[in-house]
């Protein structure tokens, strides 16, 4: 089995910063993309950004310029250093990767618990 677990989410001010993590867990061999994905109340689930393991990024275009996606294949850990916030950008955010290689086979479709980020003053 595999877990995916996000953390860093929380409470910043119109034009803070926060750091968001997602670490994948389980006997992992390889990954591939992985990425954030968020979804605001009374709103769809959407795709924030992604990258490849090679590192082949993409941004929705609310994000860009924003929003940096990064990942450590090491620790099976993906980022999103996320700049200048907007109140708009108030969502859980998700981590999302779309098939895990592991030692029994792939696993698909594997998503985190979500952590709250809430963007006000």
């Known amino acids: 089995q595999v877990q995916l677990v996000e953390a860093g989410g929380g409470l910043v001010q119109p034009g803070g910063s926060l750091r968001l993590s997602c670490a994948a867990s389980?006997?992992?061999?390889?990954?591939?993309?992985m990425g954030w994905y968020r979804q605001a109340p009374g709103k769809q689930r959407e795709l924030v950004a992604t990258?490849?393991?090679?590192?082949?990024?993409y941004y929705a275009e609310p994000v860009k310029g924003r929003f940096t996606i990064s990942r450590d294949n090491a620790k099976n850990t993906v980022y999103l250093q996320m700049n200048s916030l907007k109140p708009e950008d108030t969502a859980v955010y998700y981590c999302?990767?779309?098939?895990?290689?592991?030692?029994?086979?792939?696993?698909?479709?594997?998503w985190g618990q979500g952590t709250q980020v809430t963007v006000s003053s």
């Open positions: 999302n990767s779309p098939s895990i290689l592991t030692t029994s086979g792939y696993a698909y479709n594997n």
């Open positions: 389980g006997s992992i061999v390889s990954i591939n993309a």
């Open positions: 990258i490849a393991s090679g590192g082949s990024t």
